[in-house]
Structures are given as C-alpha cells and as structure tokens.
C-alpha cells in the first residue's frame, strides 16, 4: 500500500515556505524530528571532523547553514503547540522537550566544534571579516562558553542532565498552568451577578460556557496575569472577590495541577546549573550575557523605581478608599475592588469610561485602519489578506506584506481569539526566520487572548488589548524588517532585555492623533471618538501608574529572587508563599492591595517561557522606548523619514551587532531615564 507523504519532510511548495497547515496532522512530527535531528547531527559532524583547520567559511557560515530542515520544523511545531496545544500536541511536546534539549546541548557542549571556533576566536583580527560575520563569530564564542563547553566531561554530562530535567519541568509548569486556567474559569449562573458587562461580553460568557458544557451559564475565562478586564466593570463585589481568589489561587490548590513542588525543583536545578557554570547563581548566569550585564544593575534600577511607585500606589490607594467612603454602604478597599474604582477615579479625574469608549474599537478596524495604517504611514508597507493560504487555526488569518517599491515583505499572521487550546497572554513568533544565507523571507504570527464574541457580533476591544495588538504587532515587524544574513540574527534574536524594546515603542501609534482618528469610528454610526476624548485619554496616561508600576516591579522581584538563590539557599527553600512575602517585603512591595503581577505558581514567563532572571527587560528597555517616544515627538511623529531612519538603523538590524551601539545609531546618544520616570509618574 502506497504511504501518504509526510508533508514535514517535503520542502513547503506554498510561497515563503509557508508550512502546509492544512495537511500536517500530529503525527507527522516525531518522524520529521527524528530525521532533522539526524539531518543536522550530521552538517555538525562534518563540520567538526573536517580534516583542514578551521575557517570562518568551514566552521561558521557552516554552523549557519546547517539545521534548516530542524529550525523549520521547530518553528511549525511550537506556532501549533502554544496556540492550539489538543491534546496530541500537549503529549507530543512532553516528549520533544528533552529531545531538542538534549540535541542542542550535543552541538552547545561538542568539545571539538568548541575548539574549532575557539581558535578562530582567537585570531578574530586576522580573518578580514565584516561586521556582521565578525559579530557572529564573537557571539557563537561567547554562547558557547556561556552553555559550558569549555567544561571537562563529567561536569558536561550533569549539564547535560540538568537541562534535560529542567525542559521536562518547564514543560510540566506550561500544562499543568493550562489546565489549571481552564478549569477555574469562573462559572456563573446567574446574569445579574455580571452585572457591568457590556452585552457582547456577556454573551461572549454565554458562548464560552455552552462551549465548555456549561449550557445556560456563563463563563469568564482568566487572563494570564493576576488582574482581569472584567474587574473594572462588574458591580457585584462577590464576584469580582471570586475572578481574583480563582485566578491567584492558579496551579497552587493541591492535586495533579500544583505547580509548587515543580517550581522549587526548577529553582533548585538552575542554580546547580549557575554553579557549574561558575556563577553565585542563575540570575548572575543570565544576565551576564544581557545589556544590563549583572544582577546587581537590574536591582539597583528595581530598587530606585519600587520606592517611589509603592508611594504613589499608596497614593491611589486613598484616593479610592475615598470614593468608597462617601458610598452609602462603606467598606474597606480590597484587591479585588482596585480596578472597579478606580475606573470611577478615572471618570471623575479625567471623564473617561473606559468600558464606553469599546464600541469605538471594533477589532477589524483597529487592526486595518490603526495597526496598518501606521506601519503604512510611517514604512510604506501595505497589507493583503491572503485566504488561500491556510494556517493551523480557522482563526488565524494570513496577511502578505509588500514593501512601498513593490518587493514582497513577508507574511504576517495573526491570531486574535483565545482557546482553551492557547496559551495565555500574547506573544510573536517566528514561523520563518528572514536570512540572506538561507534565502528565505520572514513569516511571523501574532497571538493575543481576546475573548471570542458569539456568532455574528462584532469584536470590541478593550483600550488594553487595543495596546496589546499595537505592541504585539511592533514585535512582528521588528521579524519582518529583518535584513541579516545569518539566521542567528533574524529579528527579534536579540537580547531579551532588548526585544520588548521595537514593541514598546510601536505602542506609541495607538493614541496619535492621526492614527486614532483613522480607527476610531463607532461601530454603529461610524462616527469618529468625540474630539475632546483623544486629549483627555492621553492626558490619563499616566493615572493609576503607581499600581501599575508596582504590579509589574514585583513580579521583576519575585522572578530576581527565586534566582538570586545559591544552590544551598535554594533546596532550603520549602513554602513558596513564605518565600514570596518575605521577597516583596524586602523591597517594600508588599502592600495587599497591590498584589503582584504574576505569583510564582503562575508565572510562565520565567518558569515555562524565555525570562528566567529577565522579567525585568519590560522595565529595562521600556528606558530607551520612553526615550524614543520623546524623540520621535521632537521630530515630527508619524513620518516616512522617521520610520525609515528606525527601520534602518535599528529593526533590520536585528541582532547582527551590539544592540545599544545599533540603539546609539538611531537616536544619537545613550539613552536616559528621565522619560521613563515621567510616563511612569516616578520623578520624586
Ligand atoms: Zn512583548
């Protein structure tokens, strides 16, 4: 019987080498990944037992050249398994992760291949190279060193099986937290106890809840972080202690989902690992190879920022008692209550609802005529839908860009809506890397979590997924821009204190007059936002920051002490909630009412994703965007030159040289603080 072709292990025929979704069932990837996983062994093998000395041209741009088929694979399978994780997908990850983990660690810790770029290393001077290649040298170097493998074999092998453990726990951390999320959505029978809900959100519950079984109740799902929209508009103050207490209590409650034991043995394990690698400890061992440099800068900045924020946020604090004081039925401000009143704050203060303002912000809109149009205005790059080509998701939409002289971009994809199926919160990734090298065009996709309205009604954002998509979609052409010539560099393969930086910065679109006024049209008359409510949104920018700001600081905190901890101090560690009061005490952020962001049980970033000792990079580079906001505006804003001069000197570059000197490049000088300290309020 003739066998269907495995789709993975064809070349893609779609244009860009879009992965043929469509076809690509489950199955097909063990078998893909068995034969990249050879397919590369093999290019590193060649390249390490060559038999003449090495060369850039044999060593190097062989590295780069080498892993097409695996990057390709890797790159469809984690788009699938972060956005509609099923449950085949969900165990097919279980066994990747120490598969991948324990491949790359065969080609970071190879001794020989360590000694080929070691001696090319060593005379980097004499090789005539350009900056780019010079800059790939020093980089394959140093990360190599970083991994280890300049270690003996016993040490490698421990390594070698600490990684392989740790992918494993990360992994577990990931599904459990999944799991977890779904089944604590909060289910409501009763619809007067959602009263506040616009009716698109409330039907929205309606829909989650028949589709989770629910029929004839009411669903809200949890959002990533500790907070919830909803918090700012529901009047029952029994369900708004229900949303927060469910999403707190997240992967902490006992039985098969509790993240606690898998935390502490991460925490454990990575600081093993520092040690090895002849670190006090893992934050040390991250941020070594970060702008910030050590641990001691990132807690400097954390420190001088958290005084002034917890002060404001006690601030903001009174401010709110005060409203609840002059109510009929008084009470004493909780968590749960900070968002409802201080939307009233916010009326009062600036007379601006924030809930009122969604029928403004229909999700096609603001995608085409807000998020296009100022990548439009400002790189003269236009959009087409393109239907034919099918992702993994009916939701997930593919979009072609091209450049204002005609040449083909690349293709963005985007996926809005949450799933039980999606991880949460929102993030890019790349599905192909842009590299002159390899020949390839870049492709990236764009996941938020906005909840699906039911058949037939419009999307309406709130002003926060609004800057999400805004941010989101800065982190996608900060992909797409990419003119590098070794894949290494592509886009957003920067540092991690670097990347929010492009994303941040395209935030600062979404409030411009031009663009707002471009978008902004009701979804019922068309009309545009009513003239005096652009000013006064922009005028609260900075409300409420001292909550926001502390929120966001703790959870920088909490993240830095878990992995401050040398390996003795970490296995004495048993109470993880012990352990997170005493850290937010530390730095005076421990006021009740201001819980952080993410607590430790659900804090994927730095114990499933990519920031372990660098959730602080949000704060870090939001130090250059708030300095290139500045800029931008001293240069007449939304401009073909502006955005040319960005995209060249900065996005294109990605990461094929110094971030900071790329950072210099663009806006003249070193950036300073002073920007970031007014937006957030924190000037002292
Ligand atoms: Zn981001």
Redesign the pocket.
């Known amino acids: 019987m003739a066998q269907t072709p495995n789709p993975l292990e064809t070349p893609s025929a779609l244009p860009y080498d879009f992965p043929p979704f469509a076809e690509i069932k489950p199955e097909h990837f063990l078998p893909a990944f068995e034969r990249a996983f050879e397919d590369h062994r093999g290019s590193i093998n060649a390249i390490t037992y060559v038999r003449s000395m090495p060369t850039f041209e044999n060593t190097i741009v062989a590295l780069e050249e080498s892993g097409r088929l695996l990057d390709t694979l890797a790159h469809t399978f984690y788009t699938i398994s972060s956005a509609d994780a099923t449950p085949a997908y969900q165990a097919l990850e279980e066994s990747l992760a120490p598969m991948m983990t324990a491949h790359t660690d065969a080609i970071q810790l190879n001794s020989a291949l360590y000694w080929r770029i070691k001696t090319l290393h060593d005379r980097i001077d004499e090789l005539g190279l350009d900056a780019e290649s010079r800059y790939l040298l020093e980089r394959h170097f140093r990360e190599m060193t970083l991994a280890g493998a300049a270690l003996d074999d016993e040490t490698k092998d421990r390594l070698k099986a600490l990684n392989e453990r740790l992918s494993v726990l990360t992994t577990t951390f990931e599904k459990q937290l999944l799991a977890d999320s779904n089944e604590l959505a909060l289910i409501v029978n009763d619809a007067a106890e959602l009263d506040g809900l616009a009716s698109g959100e409330l039907s929205a519950a309606a829909q989650a809840a028949a589709d989770s079984g629910h029929e004839g109740a009411y669903a809200l799902g949890l959002t990533l972080y500790t907070g919830h929209p909803y918090l700012s508009s529901l009047t029952n103050r029994e369900t708004r202690r229900r949303l927060m207490d469910a999403s707190r209590s997240r992967a902490s409650r006992g039985g098969p989902n509790d993240n606690r034991e898998v935390l502490l043995e991460i925490v454990r394990l990575r600081a093993e690992r520092a040690a090895l690698l002849g670190y006090a400890n893992h934050a040390a061992a991250v941020t070594a190879d970060e702008t910030a440099g050590s641990p001691e800068a990132v807690h400097a900045l954390l420190r001088q920022l958290a005084v002034p924020a917890a002060q404001n946020a006690r601030g903001e604090q009174a401010a709110l008692q005060a409203i609840i004081d002059a109510e009929a039925e008084p009470f004493e401000l909780e968590a749960h209550d900070w968002a409802f009143y201080t939307e009233k704050v916010r009326k009062a203060q600036y007379d601006i609802d924030t809930a009122a303002l969604r029928p403004w912000f229909e999700a096609e809109r603001v995608l085409q005529d807000g998020v296009f149009y100022a990548a439009t205005r400002l790189y003269g790059v236009t959009f087409t839908e393109r239907p034919d080509l099918v992702a993994y998701h009916p939701d997930a939409r593919v979009f072609e860009l091209h450049n204002a002289d005609g040449s083909a971009l690349g293709l963005f994809v985007l996926d809005l809506y949450t799933r039980e199926t999606k991880r949460g919160g929102a993030w890019m990734n790349p599905i192909v890397s842009q590299s002159r090298l390899r020949g390839t065009k870049p492709v990236v996709v764009n996941n938020l979590n906005v909840p699906k309205p039911a058949p037939g009604e419009p999307t309406l954002l709130t002003l926060d997924e609004v800057s999400t998509l805004f941010?989101?979609f800065g982190?996608a052409l900060h992909g797409l821009f990419a003119v590098v010539t070794y894949p290494h560099f592509s886009g957003t393969n920067v540092f991690r204190d670097f990347v929010?930086f492009p994303?941040q910065v395209n935030e600062m679109w979404m409030l411009w007059p031009e663009v707002l006024e471009n978008y902004a049209r009701h979804i019922d008359t068309g009309e545009p936002l009513p003239a005096d409510i652009a000013p006064r949104l922009r005028a609260s920018e900075t409300f409420n920051q001292g909550h926001a700001t502390s929120e966001y600081l703790a959870a920088a905190w909490l993240d830095q002490a878990w992995h401050s901890l040398d390996a003795e101090a970490a296995a004495a560690v048993t109470d993880v909630a012990a352990f997170e009061a005493a850290a937010l005490a530390d730095i005076g952020l421990d006021n009740p009412l201001v819980p952080t962001r993410y607590s430790s049980t659900y804090f994927a970033h730095i114990f499933a994703g990519g920031y372990s000792a660098g959730y602080y990079s949000y704060i870090w580079s939001e130090v250059l965007d708030a300095d290139t906001v500045e800029w931008f505006r001293a240069h007449g804003g939304l401009t073909r030159e502006n955005g040319d001069r960005f995209r060249d000197r900065l996005l294109g570059v990605g990461g094929s040289k110094d971030p900071l000197a790329a950072f210099r490049d663009f806006l003249g000088r070193d950036a300073q603080i002073e920007p970031l300290l007014k937006r957030r309020g924190l000037e002292g």
Do not use: A, L, V
């Open positions: 941010h989101e982190h929010e994303s």
